[in-house]
């Protein structure tokens, strides 16, 4: 049956459906020439756009830099730049670390490792509005090379480290772009806890810190914390180099646990199981033995203590030192001490700007140290720790509490945080420490603490071949394990000591930190194996 013969439909509304059918047609043709003429209108905007950006050519992303071309153009680093290049024009590589567009300007703050200024893109005879909007749209992190002019500011800019000048952009490129989403921000990263929690504002924790070091990496706490951390490699090798000692490579590798005990990794060595080193020591020793006389050595130490504390790790960097003496081992404690005291000093007077911008996020009063250093016996801290109501037995061990509360006691009475203790009881120490001549119960062992942690174990080496056996069989160690050091001792040894130092330590107890985390790059942990 047709429309037309449908029962009960009138001519009239037959026809008004027609009408309503008509009307449809004519306002879809309408809707789709509108949107023809706005396509059109778009794509004429954007032509004329095109030629209208009279500075299409002053920015843009810049092609991958595969060694191309050698442009001979100098880029000035951000910490130079000072009110004395006022009105220069420059060339500068940094990255984006913030953009605010506002109007027909754009305001990027630009960083340099710790250091960062204010550049502007104004719309003006050198910048279109295209440009500012190019500038306001690169994402943070992205790295740009930027041509500008050094402009003094009237009010100091308080939120970037050059506070007296600004950059007015001439040209900016992109010349790698970082993806729009950041694993995390770096503000947040380096945010005083306590004023996030008041103000509300994001904190970042330590672990997703670490599982993002490469960008925690460019926060300037922790450029400034590895500067540092380079400055006590530096100041360590400058000074002992200077002390006529001479720097050794020693193994990893090994054959027997370098402490005799058993917190050690096994490694499968082609048919048999090797070790890694949990210290220089043996072959420090060996090369006492072999006429060097004074050694030191930098590099990785490996224990395999199941420690999750704020100041153990896995593999850390040690500094180790070695040094044959005349008559007493006091010579060796001075020789150390006078190296921590000359490291003391290089760090305050070659990297305050380091050390307050760590103390920006962690506040910490400054390091004191005494010269020349002080030095108690143990019995002498034992007397101040019973004095202070702690019970322990004349030969345990001090426990990290009770260092921690010694060292608190020794800075009232002696306001100083570096010191050495002296004498420790014979049963704590390894099988290799020289018994003290007047007391057996003793040793000529020592450690050093920093801020009442302990940063140094060392001691007097015994070197005579028979006293090395029967200190070994009293710890009940293989003696085939550790034939060719004993060996070592056969053929005439110089009476020697020295100690090892932990870098991570030094750096986390210097600056007033409270997790070695934060002064290891990548650590490692029992739980953490990446990045």
Not at 11 to 38: D, H, N, P, W
Not at 122 to 130: E, F, H, I, P, T
Not at 506 to 513: A, D, K, S, W
Request: net charge negative.
């Amino acid at each position: 049956m047709t429309k037309e013969e449908a029962p009960g439909v009138t001519e009239e509304e037959q026809q008004a459906q027609s009408k309503k059918g008509l009307k449809k047609q004519q306002k879809e043709a309408e809707k789709a020439a509108k949107k023809a003429e706005k396509q059109a209108k778009l794509a004429a905007d954007q032509q004329s756009t095109e030629e209208d950006d009279f500075a299409k050519d002053r920015y843009g992303v810049s092609a991958m830099v595969q060694s191309q071309q050698k442009l001979d153009r100098v880029l000035v680093r951000v910490q130079d730049l000072t009110p004395e290049k006022a009105d220069q024009l420059i060339w500068l590589r940094a990255r984006v670390h913030t953009s605010r567009a506002k109007g027909k300007q754009c305001f990027l703050v630009l960083r340099q490792q710790q250091f960062n200024l204010q550049a502007l893109v104004a719309v003006g005879d050198r910048a279109s509005k295209q440009m500012v909007k190019f500038a306001a749209n690169i994402t943070k992190e992205s790295i740009v090379d930027v041509e500008a002019f050094v402009r003094t500011v009237e009010q100091k800019i308080e939120s970037c480290s050059q506070q007296d000048v600004e950059l007015h952009i001439e040209r900016i490129f992109v010349i790698s772009q970082a993806e729009p989403r950041l694993p995390l921000q770096l503000e947040d990263a380096a945010r005083p806890d306590g004023e996030g929690e008041e103000e509300g504002r994001a904190t970042v924790n330590q672990d997703t810190k670490l599982d993002n070091r490469v960008i925690d990496l460019r926060t300037t706490t922790s450029q400034a914390v590895f500067r540092l951390q380079s400055g006590v490699c530096q100041l360590f090798r400058d000074t002992l180099t200077e002390k006529g000692f001479v720097e050794i490579q020693t193994p990893k590798i090994i054959s027997a646990a370098s402490e005799g005990g058993a917190n050690v990794f096994t490694v499968s060595y082609f048919k048999t199981s090797a070790y890694l080193a949990q210290s220089p020591q043996l072959y420090k020793q060996m090369c006492i033995c072999g006429d060097f006389d004074k050694v030191f050595c930098v590099g990785p130490v490996f224990r395999a203590e199941d420690s999750n504390t704020h100041r153990h790790l896995t593999e850390f960097v040690g500094l180790d030192i070695e040094m044959a003496f005349n008559y007493h081992y006091h010579e060796v404690i001075d020789s150390i001490t006078d190296t921590m005291v000359r490291i003391f000093k290089g760090l305050r007077d070659n990297f305050q700007t380091e050390i307050q911008t760590v103390n920006k996020q962690f506040p910490s009063e400054p390091f004191k140290f005494l010269e020349p250093t002080l030095r108690l016996e143990y019995t002498e801290a034992l007397a101040m720790l019973h004095e202070a109501g702690v019970e322990m037995g004349d030969e345990e061990d001090l426990s990290t509490p009770n260092e921690k509360l010694l060292g608190r006691l020794v800075k009232e009475k002696y306001d100083t945080d570096f010191y050495v203790l002296d004498k420790y009881p014979l049963a704590v120490r390894p099988f290799y420490t020289m018994p003290d001549p007047n007391n057996p119960k003793y040793s000529n062992s020592y450690d050093m603490f920093m801020r009442g942690e302990e940063i140094l174990s060392g001691a007097q080496r015994v070197h005579d071949a028979q006293l090395l056996t029967d200190r070994a069989n009293h710890h009940q160690i293989d003696l085939e394990k550790i034939k060719a050091y004993i060996d070592s001792f056969r053929y005439g040894a110089p009476p020697h000591g020295g100690g090892g130092i932990g870098l991570e330590r030094v750096c986390m107890l210097y600056l007033g930190l409270h997790n070695i985390r934060q002064t290891s790059m990548f650590p490692r942990d029992p739980k953490r194996l990446t990045p």
